[in-house]
């Protein structure tokens, strides 16, 4: 199984980006897909997930009405398009796959992760 994150880069407060996760190596039809960040020096954090159907989201406080995750079942691709990008926003984002059985903002739900993209916002 592998999850190929990339769309990271270097922007502005209040621009944006979106960020892309390949997915490959299995069917992930029933599958949930997360995307998490770790700000430097500190813990990784939750930031968003989609079923596989692509029929429910969710989003952590801190990017609700800012980002917005989507799949593209066809491609078997999950994004993640980021809007309004804060400094505090900077981390390396990380795509994660798994089966559903528990909570979405939780890392153990989660049984495969890409390799992280950095996303830097400056002020």
């Known amino acids: 199984v592998q999850l190929q994150a990339s769309g990271g880069g270097l922007v502005r407060a209040e621009g944006s980006l979106r960020l892309s996760c390949a997915a490959s190596?299995?069917?992930?039809?029933?599958?949930?897909m997360g995307w998490f960040r770790q700000p430097p020096g500190k813990e990784r954090e939750y930031v968003a997930a989609?079923?596989?159907?692509?029929?429910?989201?969710d989003y952590a406080g801190s990017v609700k009405g800012r980002f917005t995750v989507s799949i593209d079942n066809a491609e078997n691709t999950v994004y993640l398009q980021m809007n309004s990008l804060k400094p505090e926003d900077t981390a390396v984002y990380y795509c994660?796959?798994?089966?559903?059985?528990?909570?979405?903002?939780?890392?153990?739900?989660?049984?495969?992760w890409g390799q992280g993209t950095q996303v830097t916002v400056s002020s």
């Open positions: 994660a796959a798994g089966n559903g059985r528990g909570y979405y903002y939780q890392p153990d739900m989660y049984t495969y």
């Open positions: 190596g299995r069917t992930f039809s029933r599958y949930v």
């Open positions: 989609i079923n596989w159907s692509g029929g429910s989201t």
